[in-house]
């Protein structure tokens, strides 16, 4: 049997992550993000960390001509093995890619969904999720109450009962205390531990307490010979808070079973044995070099944490 | 012969790209899976799964795709809103069009980044449309409806494989995700598909479907001596033929499968179709 794996990382975002529509679309920003249709919730579509882990791999493999739209100039793509994780493109000599050698890869890199988000509240900072994300991502969410029908309650994973503020939106608190538990390979990591204070809400109220707590900047050039602000030119732009929570799955096929032997020597100390592990390699410089846009402003850095956890492939319901 | 005949119903997880033709940079994608994507998709788990070592030559593949045509027919797959009754509400595009597009499809734009320079490509700027896994309007999920029968004998571990399935384009960007619901397996005197305007019987070696008067047609349909209403396409597709001479690499070879009504097409009398390979309906020689 061919290798076929799929693992979930989950993220959190070190400064805002701004993924563009292209700024076509109308908005209340000039420059607003790319969100899931239907629900409206942001995500960093898989196009995106697809293109920022195979760039960053490429790097650190020293080889930056096996990222872009062509790999003509990679001597030998099946013996890279970032053109080997990704596929390729080889035109023949004669610049005819039909005689060329095409090759697709062998992940598959889903979009990023918003699990936990940060919100400011009367009583600090607090992560808004949902019972539906978190139990899809794999968290176990336990001692809820039974009678939760309501979608002005909250229900809190502390003890609580006066109401609580999530940003301008005011909700009633259940006295029940949820108990929620994330998997094993994540549950023990500073970085999600530093979450106390989780708050779950009803699915259909998710959308509107996140667009209504992204982070919003207004920018404006400013006329390098006057030092004044440029006429026209104010713009505002949207983007993924800093401390929002993320899962992405990859999936890894491995069709071709032929992973390059990698001897090269990796500054980060890396060993690469598989294509899971190229991905893992490009995915953790984003904690270092960001993805999507405005990064030149100090955004789109994103850090894994802990270690990926495998999923089983689905769950059959076979009713013969 | 003895066909057993299942419903298989999809979570749609991501966006899906079934390919129907591109209009300037905008791909356009089919409102429902066909057949053929359905068989791709299943031909490669199928094959991978099998297969000990690399499964990089197509014979391999042909080998899987003609037993999926032997021992299994299909429906094509239709997106359905899960509703208390009738249990799913099937979301025909060509009911209404416009509400049909207003609630399940949308469209994505991107181009490619230069990420040395942290700046966008120059010339790559493209739009994918996609049927979209929420209702644009309630956000309701979005399944996939559809049938698939199994000859007797079948030794086919295709209900695994439909529980690691990927369907359609953009595929290596998380697209076409589907997460197995159920396969409820139908009962043998149940002949209904879909709803009351088609119904299925065995004959022979192949499963008919009897479609009504005035009812639109569920799959492409081979148009010779088929009176219908409604549009006339040449159905093609893009194959890997790694033992071809050229274009022998992935997606490089096309294939034509002949002039076909398209979905939605209404018949003008009742008639009876034999399902064929790709899911693709044809009138009995």
């Given at each position: 049997m061919a290798t076929y794996q799929r693992q979930r990382y989950l993220f959190m975002t070190l400064d805002p992550v701004h993924i563009g529509t292209g700024g076509y679309r109308l908005g209340r920003v000039d420059n607003s993000i790319v969100r899931e249709p239907g629900t409206k919730i942001p995500k960093i579509p898989g196009t995106s960390l697809h293109g920022a882990a195979r760039s960053y791999a490429a790097q650190l493999y020293e080889t930056?001509?096996?990222?872009?739209?062509?790999?003509?100039?990679?001597?030998n793509p099946d013996e890279n093995p970032v053109c080997y994780t990704f596929g390729y493109i080889k035109k023949s000599k004669n610049g005819n890619s039909d005689e060329g050698k095409i090759y697709s890869g062998v992940v598959n890199i889903f979009d990023a969904h918003v699990l936990l988000f940060p919100v400011h509240s009367m009583v600090g900072a607090v992560w808004v999720s949902t019972k539906e994300r978190l139990e899809d991502a794999g968290f176990t969410v336990e001692n809820?109450?039974?009678?939760?029908?309501?979608?002005?309650t909250a229900v809190l994973n502390w003890q609580r009962s006066d109401a609580l503020n999530l940003g301008w939106l005011m909700l009633q608190v259940f006295g029940q205390q949820a108990k929620i538990t994330a998997p094993t390979k994540w549950k023990d990591e500073k970085r999600y531990q530093a979450i106390n204070k989780i708050v779950l809400v009803k699915d259909a109220l998710f959308s509107q307490i996140v667009n209504s707590n992204l982070e919003v900047r207004t920018s404006v050039a400013i006329n390098?010979?006057?030092?004044a602000a440029e006429e026209g030119a104010l713009f505002t732009y949207e983007a993924i808070p800093r401390a929002t929570f993320l899962t992405a799955d990859v999936v890894l096929d491995?069709?071709?079973?032929?992973f390059p032997q990698v001897t090269k020597e990796l500054h980060t100390g890396d060993i690469w044995n598989d294509s899971l592990d190229v991905v893992k390699a490009g995915f953790k410089l984003i904690e270092w070099l960001?993805?999507?846009?405005m990064g030149t402003r100090g955004f789109g850095r994103m850090a894994p944490i802990g270690e990926p956890i495998i999923e089983s492939s689905g769950k059959e319901q076979d009713n013969e | 012969m003895t066909w057993k005949a299942y419903r298989v119903v999809f979570k749609l997880c991501s966006p899906m790209h079934i390919g129907c033709g591109k209009i300037g940079n905008v791909q356009r994608t089919r409102p429902y899976v066909t057949g053929r994507v359905f068989w791709g998709a299943l031909t490669m788990r199928l094959t991978r799964d099998e297969t000990?070592?690399?499964?990089?030559?197509s014979k391999q593949y042909e080998e899987f795709g003609k037993k999926v045509h032997q021992q299994l027919a299909y429906t094509y797959f239709y997106p359905a809103i899960k509703s208390e009754n009738p249990d799913y509400e099937i979301a025909f595009s060509w009911q209404d069009e416009n509400l049909f597009r207003r609630r399940f499809l949308s469209s994505y734009t991107s181009t490619a980044l230069v990420y040395p320079q942290q700046a966008a490509d120059e010339g790559l700027l493209h739009e994918v449309e996609f049927i979209s896994p929420?209702?644009?309007?309630?956000?309701k999920q979005v399944d996939l409806i559809g049938y698939v029968f199994e000859k007797e004998g079948?030794?086919?571990?295709w209900k695994d494989a439909c529980k690691r399935l990927q369907m359609g384009g953009e595929r290596g960007y998380g697209w076409g995700d589907v997460q197995l619901k159920c396969i409820d397996k139908k009962d043998s005197?149940?002949?209904?598909?879909?709803?009351?305007s088609y119904h299925w019987e065995e004959q022979g070696d192949r499963i008919m479907i009897k479609v009504l008067e005035s009812a639109n047609i569920l799959a492409h349909t081979i148009a010779e001596n088929v009176a219908a209403k409604g549009e006339i396409e040449p159905l093609v597709g893009r194959e890997w033929r790694?033992?071809?001479?050229?274009?022998?690499?992935?997606?490089q070879h096309v294939e034509y499968f002949g002039l076909c009504w398209t979905p939605g097409s209404i018949v003008e009398r009742s008639l009876d179709f034999a399902i064929g390979n790709f899911g693709i309906w044809h009138l009995p020689e």
């Open positions: 930056p001509e096996a990222a872009g739209q062509n790999h003509d100039n990679i001597e809820l109450p039974n009678d939760w029908n309501n979608i002005n390098p010979e006057t030092g491995d069709y071709r079973q032929a960001g993805v999507g846009g | 000990k070592s690399s499964a990089t030559d929420r209702t644009l309007d309630e956000g079948c030794n086919l571990k005197k149940d002949k209904q598909l879909f709803n009351a790694s033992h071809n001479s050229t274009n022998n690499h992935a997606g």
